[in-house]
């Protein structure tokens, strides 16, 4: 198995989204999407956890963070599953957060 890098990790984790996007298409819960990706990133033989809240530190300063994560893989790569219509600008604001 390929160590985990960077690269190849947001490789990995897209291509087990793409997969559960193949095989179950649109127009689910978006707890049926994460269950279903959780099941396709242990296939995929990648460490993940689900729910964490984030620490927020800026300038040495830390401050609560009510956002919670769907995913956290190989303590590196946060991912958002979304289950919407259609993809709106606070979608991509969220994203870029």
């Known amino acids: 198995m ?3 890098t960077g690269d190849n ?7 087990c989204a793409m997969e559960v996007h193949r095989r179950l298409g649109q127009g689910f819960t978006k707890d049926l999407y994460e269950n279903c990706m959780a ?3 242990t296939a ?6 689900r729910g964490r809240v ?3 530190i800026y300038d040495g300063q830390r401050f609560d ?3 919670q994560t ?6 590196k790569l946060v991912v ?3 289950a919407v219509d259609a993809f709106e600008l606070a979608h991509e604001q969220k994203l870029r957060t």
Do not use: N, S, W
């Open 80 to 82: 958002q599953v979304e």
């Open 70 to 75: 769907d995913f956290i893989v190989a303590d």
């Open 44 to 49: 995929a033989g990648l460490p993940f956890e």
């Open 54 to 56: 984030p620490q927020m």
């Open 65 to 67: 963070f009510t956002c």
């Open 2 to 4: 390929k160590p985990i």
């Open 39 to 41: 099941l396709e990133l």
């Open 9 to 15: 990790l947001t490789q990995r984790a897209i291509d």
